[in-house]
Protein backbone atom coordinates (compact mmCIF):
# COMPACT_ATOMS: atom_id res chain seq x y z
CA UNK A 1 0.00 0.00 0.00
CA UNK A 2 1.23 3.33 -0.97
CA UNK A 3 1.78 6.16 1.90
CA UNK A 4 -0.44 8.49 1.82
CA UNK A 5 0.32 12.48 1.39
CA UNK A 6 -0.88 14.08 4.78
CA UNK A 7 -1.46 17.72 4.69
CA UNK A 8 -0.18 19.96 6.83
CA UNK A 9 -3.54 20.26 9.51
CA UNK A 10 -2.95 16.07 9.44
CA UNK A 11 0.39 16.21 10.57
CA UNK A 12 -0.26 18.69 13.17
CA UNK A 13 -3.18 16.82 14.72
CA UNK A 14 -1.35 12.87 14.61
CA UNK A 15 1.52 14.80 16.31
CA UNK A 16 -0.84 16.55 18.71
CA UNK A 17 -3.08 13.01 19.10
CA UNK A 18 0.96 11.16 19.64
CA UNK A 19 1.97 13.33 22.19
CA UNK A 20 -1.42 13.07 24.64
CA UNK A 21 -0.38 9.99 26.72
CA UNK A 22 3.04 11.24 27.90
CA UNK A 23 1.60 14.36 28.43
CA UNK A 24 -1.52 12.97 30.17
CA UNK A 25 1.57 10.89 32.29
CA UNK A 26 2.88 13.96 33.51
CA UNK A 27 0.25 14.73 35.34
CA UNK A 28 -1.55 11.81 36.27
CA UNK A 29 -2.26 12.49 39.48
CA UNK A 30 -4.42 15.21 39.09
CA UNK A 31 -8.28 15.03 39.72
CA UNK A 32 -9.37 16.87 36.53
CA UNK A 33 -7.48 14.94 33.72
CA UNK A 34 -10.38 14.72 31.65
CA UNK A 35 -10.75 18.82 31.38
CA UNK A 36 -7.08 18.35 29.90
CA UNK A 37 -7.36 15.97 27.46
CA UNK A 38 -10.86 17.95 26.35
CA UNK A 39 -8.62 20.97 26.10
CA UNK A 40 -5.71 19.31 23.98
CA UNK A 41 -8.64 18.01 22.05
CA UNK A 42 -9.93 21.05 21.29
CA UNK A 43 -6.76 22.99 20.83
CA UNK A 44 -5.92 24.68 17.37
CA UNK A 45 -3.14 22.28 17.50
CA UNK A 46 -5.55 19.23 17.48
CA UNK A 47 -9.15 19.55 16.04
CA UNK A 48 -9.85 23.40 16.75
CA UNK A 49 -12.99 23.34 18.27
CA UNK A 50 -15.00 26.29 19.55
CA UNK A 51 -16.80 24.27 22.22
CA UNK A 52 -17.21 20.93 22.99
CA UNK A 53 -19.17 18.64 25.82
CA UNK A 54 -18.11 14.94 26.73
CA UNK A 55 -20.19 13.16 28.86
CA UNK A 56 -20.51 9.51 29.91
CA UNK A 57 -24.29 7.78 29.87
CA UNK A 58 -23.66 4.69 31.82
CA UNK A 59 -26.85 2.12 31.59
CA UNK A 60 -25.45 -0.18 34.08
CA UNK A 61 -26.21 3.16 36.91
CA UNK A 62 -29.14 4.62 34.58
CA UNK A 63 -27.08 7.99 34.34
CA UNK A 64 -25.79 10.28 32.05
CA UNK A 65 -23.75 12.41 33.09
CA UNK A 66 -21.59 15.60 31.83
CA UNK A 67 -18.08 15.56 32.67
CA UNK A 68 -16.07 18.21 31.10
CA UNK A 69 -16.90 21.28 29.12
CA UNK A 70 -14.69 23.34 26.89
CA UNK A 71 -14.58 26.88 25.25
CA UNK A 72 -12.30 28.54 23.18
CA UNK A 73 -13.72 31.66 24.56
CA UNK A 74 -12.94 31.35 28.08
CA UNK A 75 -9.54 29.53 27.38
CA UNK A 76 -8.49 31.55 24.92
CA UNK A 77 -5.78 33.32 27.34
CA UNK A 78 -4.79 30.31 28.68
CA UNK A 79 -1.06 29.00 27.28
CA UNK A 80 0.60 25.28 28.35
CA UNK A 81 -1.45 24.22 30.57
CA UNK A 82 0.22 21.35 31.22
CA UNK A 83 3.63 22.55 32.41
CA UNK A 84 0.59 24.56 34.73
CA UNK A 85 -1.78 22.48 35.83
CA UNK A 86 -2.32 24.26 39.32
CA UNK A 87 -3.29 27.43 37.55
CA UNK A 88 -5.44 25.27 34.24
CA UNK A 89 -7.41 23.64 37.16
CA UNK A 90 -8.29 27.10 38.98
CA UNK A 91 -9.28 28.33 35.68
CA UNK A 92 -11.39 25.46 34.90
CA UNK A 93 -13.06 25.49 38.32
CA UNK A 94 -14.53 29.39 37.44
CA UNK A 95 -15.40 28.12 33.61
CA UNK A 96 -18.93 28.75 33.08
CA UNK A 97 -19.27 26.05 30.30
CA UNK A 98 -17.60 23.92 32.23
CA UNK A 99 -19.70 24.13 35.50
CA UNK A 100 -22.92 23.89 33.25
CA UNK A 101 -21.55 20.46 31.17
CA UNK A 102 -21.01 19.35 34.76
CA UNK A 103 -24.33 20.08 36.26
CA UNK A 104 -25.79 17.90 33.56
CA UNK A 105 -27.20 14.46 35.28
CA UNK A 106 -30.17 12.92 33.66
CA UNK A 107 -30.83 9.03 33.16
CA UNK A 108 -29.14 6.89 30.89
CA UNK A 109 -30.59 7.52 26.87
CA UNK A 110 -28.95 3.61 26.43
CA UNK A 111 -30.92 2.25 29.44
CA UNK A 112 -34.65 4.08 29.05
CA UNK A 113 -35.00 3.47 25.19
CA UNK A 114 -35.12 7.30 24.37
CA UNK A 115 -34.30 8.46 21.37
CA UNK A 116 -30.54 8.97 21.16
CA UNK A 117 -30.42 12.03 18.60
CA UNK A 118 -32.95 13.50 19.61
CA UNK A 119 -31.87 13.63 23.76
CA UNK A 120 -28.17 14.43 22.21
CA UNK A 121 -30.12 17.67 20.00
CA UNK A 122 -31.84 18.74 23.15
CA UNK A 123 -28.33 18.72 25.44
CA UNK A 124 -26.78 20.44 22.60
CA UNK A 125 -29.71 22.78 22.52
CA UNK A 126 -29.34 23.59 26.36
CA UNK A 127 -26.14 24.08 25.88
CA UNK A 128 -26.53 26.82 23.45
CA UNK A 129 -23.93 24.66 20.71
CA UNK A 130 -24.93 25.88 17.37
CA UNK A 131 -25.00 23.80 14.75
CA UNK A 132 -24.13 20.84 17.16
CA UNK A 133 -22.70 17.85 15.69
CA UNK A 134 -22.00 14.67 18.29
CA UNK A 135 -19.71 11.78 18.17
CA UNK A 136 -20.54 8.57 20.80
CA UNK A 137 -18.10 6.04 21.55
CA UNK A 138 -17.98 2.71 23.91
CA UNK A 139 -16.09 2.76 26.45
CA UNK A 140 -14.82 0.09 29.12
CA UNK A 141 -17.81 -1.07 32.05
CA UNK A 142 -20.11 -0.72 29.05
CA UNK A 143 -20.32 3.30 29.16
CA UNK A 144 -20.45 5.30 25.92
CA UNK A 145 -18.91 8.18 25.79
CA UNK A 146 -20.52 11.46 24.03
CA UNK A 147 -19.02 14.52 22.35
CA UNK A 148 -21.32 16.94 21.33
CA UNK A 149 -19.12 19.90 19.60
CA UNK A 150 -20.18 23.38 18.06
CA UNK A 151 -19.60 22.47 13.88
CA UNK A 152 -16.76 24.39 13.47
CA UNK A 153 -16.56 26.78 10.13
CA UNK A 154 -13.99 25.07 8.92
CA UNK A 155 -14.69 21.73 7.20
CA UNK A 156 -14.66 18.45 9.56
CA UNK A 157 -14.17 15.82 7.09
CA UNK A 158 -10.86 15.84 6.80
CA UNK A 159 -10.57 15.11 10.89
CA UNK A 160 -13.79 12.32 10.94
CA UNK A 161 -11.16 9.67 10.46
CA UNK A 162 -9.17 10.60 13.31
CA UNK A 163 -11.65 12.18 16.05
CA UNK A 164 -12.78 8.54 17.54
CA UNK A 165 -9.44 7.72 17.94
CA UNK A 166 -8.48 10.97 19.68
CA UNK A 167 -11.73 10.79 21.76
CA UNK A 168 -10.53 7.60 23.18
CA UNK A 169 -7.88 9.01 25.33
CA UNK A 170 -10.83 10.41 27.30
CA UNK A 171 -11.81 7.00 28.10
CA UNK A 172 -8.17 6.79 30.11
CA UNK A 173 -8.97 9.60 32.44
CA UNK A 174 -11.13 9.05 35.90
CA UNK A 175 -13.87 10.40 36.45
CA UNK A 176 -15.38 12.51 39.07
Not at 19 to 32: R, T
Not at 114 to 120: F, G
Not at 151 to 165: C, E, M
Amino acid sequence: MEPKNLTVEEIRLLESLSSLPQKMLAVHGISNLTEFVLHELCDQGCFNLDKAAYLIDNPDFDCLKGIAGYSKSECSNLSDVWNQPDKFSEHMKCSNFNNIVRQIHESSVFKSGKNYESTVNELAKNLNLDKAVYYSWPMKHNNHGILIIQRPNNNLSSFDQHILKGLSFLAFCPVF
